[in-house]
């Protein structure tokens, strides 16, 4: 399975598919304490008696990590600080973001409405966006949801989840959440253009340096010095604080990158321009990978402008932080290919069996790097691809290999992957 030290007299290290085991004892410095931060799905119940459309009401009270500058008071939901924005997006406006407990449903569905208890004063404005996880475990992208316009998600989940953005204008009254009213229910069919595609979307995409150190990211992230993330212009894919489930790699002049998408912007907020045209939630004459602040740019599309009205300055689609920046090699703002890891429906995925129980997945190719996820037990994983990382030890097996697996968005050690090989057969780099 793994690359074995220096043989040494006693018993031989043993190779191929290993026994079910705890993790025990020194894993140099592989921290598997913690909670993980993306469980399994829980199992599907049984659909025979199950009603054809199921509501529920979130609890708006919790104030979770996932949180963004919220305040539960007074029996709503409201923005706490109305000078914070989004740090990407340069905007003097008031933001607050909550990611609302997950409600696993009766039976598959595909579509979600929503219905608020809301009140909204002027120069203020509330938006929900709900996503659901499949069978297998892998989360759609948030998609938008208002009254009389229901959220359609592109394949049948298990799982759904519903985020609320508010928006208010410094110094004016913030909109108060009083309630929301999720019902979930099954068309009949998956969304118009979401046929699976052989591999990731990639596009080449004009990157600036996103800085802002000691600002706070969309997700509720604070930028710290050589940060590794990314923003891009829609809240379609924003990933939790301190989750990888949505990321992208990142290839400039030196080399790549994988990271997670903790902010949004530049310039625009619902800007997906990764997905088909179809499917965008603006800008839908644009062709697929084309960012509107680039067509503004370039070609004066909409005026020149972003969807604030502001005169687009630079055609960026993507904004780095420093650390992603300076390390696929940039030193200044300029022209990078980006891959949104998320998209992938399989084409150039391999699955392959773990063993341990508690293995950490990591946002980055090494034991200090954030833990996203855990595997509970062993389990069967999909991978993408593969990188040499930081080099691990345990059980008298070393190996510097790493898998990165898409459906929890980040890194496992290529020790705990039950194969014969360190390095996975068939398994690109990334």
Known sequence: MLTPPTPRPGPVPRRGPRPTRALTGTVCLLALAGTALAAAPAPAADTAAAPASESWHPDLSPAGGDDVNVRYGEGALRVRDGSVSPASLDRDRGYASAVLETHHVQRPVNRVTVDLDVTVPVAADVEVDVRGRAADGTWTEWRRAAAGSPARLPRDVVDVQARLTLWNAKGEATAAVRALTLTAD????????????????????????????????????????????????????????????????VCGPARCETAPVWDV??????????????????????????????????????????????????????????????????????????????????????????????????????????????????TTVRVRCQVHGELVNYDGYSNDAWSYLPDYGGYVSNIFIDVADSWLPGVPTC
């Open 265 to 378: 912007g530049p310039w625009n907020t619902h800007d997906d321009h990764w997905n088909p045209s179809t499917q965008r939630e603006q800008w839908k004459d644009l062709p697929r990978g084309l960012p509107e602040a680039q067509a503004a740019y370039e070609n004066g599309y909409n005026g020149g402008r972003d969807e604030f009205g502001r005169q687009v300055a630079n055609p960026a689609g993507i904004d780095l932080a420093d650390g992603t920046f300076y390390n696929v090699g940039l030193n200044d703002n300029g022209w990078v290919t980006v891959t949104y890891l998320w998209t992938d429906a399989g084409g150039d995925i391999t699955s392959f069996p773990t063993w341990g129980t508690d293995v950490s997945i990591r946002q980055q190719a090494s034991t200090g790097s954030t833990r996203v996820a855990s595997l509970a037990g062993p």
């Open 186 to 249: 099954d068309t009949g069919s998956v969304s118009a253009g979401s046929t699976p595609t052989a591999a990731a979307f990639s596009a080449r995409v004009y990157a600036t340096r996103e800085g802002l150190v000691g600002h706070t990211t969309a997700n509720g992230h604070v930028i710290k010095a050589n940060d590794h993330f990314v923003a891009l212009p829609s809240r379609r894919a924003l990933s939790p604080k301190g989750s990888a489930q949505y990321s992208v790699q």
